[in-house]
């Protein structure tokens, strides 16, 4: 049985838990790792198989030996049944692979279903193909589970007809390999016209209906429905829980997209609550490898990245893109995507060589796997002109922006969170290069969309009123640039505490535009507040704790001048008033 399974799979060493797998369903009594074991001691007495060190335990039996096994008159009555027992097993096997470690770890599988299931002639052998595109999308590589989630369909729907449950969930596949691609449009069609046959006949924790209404989940979310989106995803994360367990990969997988969606929706603190209970979870699940550790660590940095903790995830940023560099390769998707969030953290920093370098290496890749008006290839571009931006290269950044901005408004929609970001650094763009109106027009628009997509609190509002308020100043509206300042201390202080730098370095700006403005009562009683928490916050010799007190001097020094010149004009007032004499 041994030497007939090997030659039913690929020409590979084939691991323990597909032989035992197989042999549970072949044998009816006895131990499964027992007959393993037995089957291994004879066929290694007799030279026909190696053990392989690594994985532990695995097999490999030579080509000819399989082969000529086949033809043994024994075999022929066997081989129906173990093909059926070695499909039924790589079955289980990929279902249950909802890890990226898992996948890797497991490729050996993956080849033997890969072989398995190369040209299906069954609806088993179908269903089994889709599961090896899935490892091929979730691992990066999205032509190949492209090519064959669309085999697996062409064989089912030719076969089985077009309503038939393999069938649709064949075509869930085929939609996955759209949103991996960004056809959120493409995708919506396919799922939202398989997913009811497949609710119909399929449990509610099931990997296919899961993955459908996740699917799904996702494609709204890229056509900016959002609140859709979390529902569908909160109702499959419920689904998943009760069915397979809080600690399930399929359950953790659901709760990573919920925090997705919460973060799209400006809900940042509700998106690191469920990061923390994924990281967990994993840590109580026995196989976690330290991919997927730092497969959430990089998502969590994501959610930091929008509330302005730039440097805090700088690390683990860098070395997500060299570990997934290292793991899947220089053009694997995962790869680029994380390199993607190293170059919007090069463009954070101004790092403008650094940021040209790898968008010159990335950008082209983006381009040839998903064309150059793909979301992926538009953000890419986005980050090396926000780069140039920090680097106070106004023109370029400008120049860049422009088009850049109405194509990726044209493909994600005028709401998308990436799009008011690059919208806002056109604005800075344009408020820097002196064209301080083009930028009020932006962020005239630009602000009420953003307060009332993701509240008054979210960064790119912050950034967005900080640029306001330079614009006005650069107006000579000191009154209206002080009063947009206010504000934005005040927003910054609900979300920081009053000592953070951020918080002071903007009530300092408002302290000086008072004092500009003459106004010393309300500059005065600022920094009576502001300068204990500097010297908390700060240090009594900070900088920035030094401006504060010179500033009270000039306050003072102009609250006694003032209070001067009104004796004066009051000594002049009673000189001039005629006697009552």
């Not at 080509?63 to 081989?79: E, F, G, M, N």
């Not at 002109?385 to 400008?398: F, G, I, R, T, V």
């Not at 970001?421 to 408020?431: N, P, S, V, Y």
């Not at 027009?441 to 953003?450: H, K, T, W």
Request: charged content about 25%.
């Amino acid at each position: 049985d041994l030497l007939c399974l090997a030659s039913c799979v690929a020409v590979a060493p084939i691991p323990k838990e597909l032989i035992e797998g197989a042999f549970a369903r072949l044998y009816t009594t006895g131990s499964p790792s027992f007959a393993r074991m037995k089957a291994s001691k004879e066929t290694d007495r007799f030279a026909l198989s190696r053990k392989e060190s690594t994985p532990a335990d695995a097999l490999s039996i030579h080509t000819l030996v399989a082969r000529t096994a086949r033809r043994h008159p024994d075999s022929k009555a066997r081989l129906e049944k173990l093909q059926a027992a070695a499909l039924a097993a790589l079955t289980d096997m990929l279902r249950g692979m909802g890890t990226l470690s898992s996948i890797l770890r497991q490729s050996l599988a993956i080849t033997h279903a890969r072989a398995m299931a190369a040209t299906p002639t069954t609806p088993e052998e179908a269903m089994l193909l889709v599961l090896v595109a899935n490892t091929d999308l979730n691992r990066g590589d999205l032509e190949t589970g492209d090519r064959l989630a669309r085999r697996a369909f062409d064989y089912c729907r030719a076969n089985l007809g077009e309503d038939a449950l393999e069938t649709c969930c064949a075509r869930s596949g085929v939609a996955m390999a759209l949103l991996a691609r960004g056809d959120s449009s493409g995708a919506r069609q396919i799922l939202e016209a398989v997913i009811p046959v497949i609710e119909r006949s399929l449990p509610p924790g099931d990997i296919f209906r899961i993955g459908a209404q996740l699917g799904l989940s996702l494609a709204l979310a890229g056509q900016g429905d959002l609140r859709s989106a979390r529902q569908l995803c909160e109702t499959a994360l419920s689904a998943s829980a009760d069915v397979n367990g809080v600690d399930h990969p399929l359950t953790l997988g659901a709760k990573t997209m919920l925090g997705h969606l919460l973060r799209a929706e400006g809900d940042v603190q509700g998106m690191m609550r469920l990061h923390q209970e994924v990281s967990a979870a994993r840590c109580r699940v026995a196989d976690t490898q330290d991919v997927d550790k730092l497969t959430d660590e990089l998502l969590m940095a994501q959610a930091k990245i929008g509330i302005g903790e730039i440097e805090s995830v700088a690390p683990i940023i860098e070395k997500a893109a060299s570990v997934f560099e290292q793991t899947l390769g220089k053009v694997n998707i995962l790869t680029l995507n994380a390199k993607l969030w190293l170059l919007l953290l090069l463009g954070s920093r101004g790092d403008v060589t650094a940021a040209r370098q790898l968008a010159r290496e990335i950008i082209p890749r983006f381009e040839q796997m998903y064309g150059p008006n793909n979301p992926a290839t538009l953000l890419s571009r986005y980050a090396e002109a926000a780069a140039l931006l920090c680097a106070e290269e106004n023109d370029a950044a400008q120049s860049l922006l422009e088009p850049i901005v109405s194509e990726m408004e044209a493909v994600l929609g005028a709401q998308h969170a990436e799009v008011l970001g690059a919208r806002l650094c056109l604005a800075q763009a344009r408020r820097s290069n002196g064209d301080a109106d083009g930028a009020r027009r932006i962020l005239d628009d630009l602000i009420p969309l953003v307060e009332a997509r993701f509240g008054r609190t979210h960064l790119i509002n912050l950034n967005a009123k900080s640029c306001l308020a330079l614009c006005l100043f650069g107006q000579d509206d000191r009154t209206g640039a002080c009063a947009v300042w206010e504000e934005l201390a005040g927003l910054r202080e609900a979300l920081h505490g009053s000592d953070h730098p951020e918080v002071l370095s903007t009530k300092l700006l408002v302290a000086q535009l008072l004092a500009l403005l003459d106004d010393y009562e309300r500059c005065e009683g600022l920094l009576h507040q502001v300068i204990p928490a500097a010297e908390s916050g700060l240090g009594p010799e900070h900088e920035t704790t030094l401006m504060f007190k010179e500033l009270l001097t000039t306050c003072r020094n102009g609250l006694l001048l003032r209070r001067l010149e009104a004796e004066r004009n009051q000594q002049a007032d009673e000189f001039k008033a005629p006697s009552k004499g």
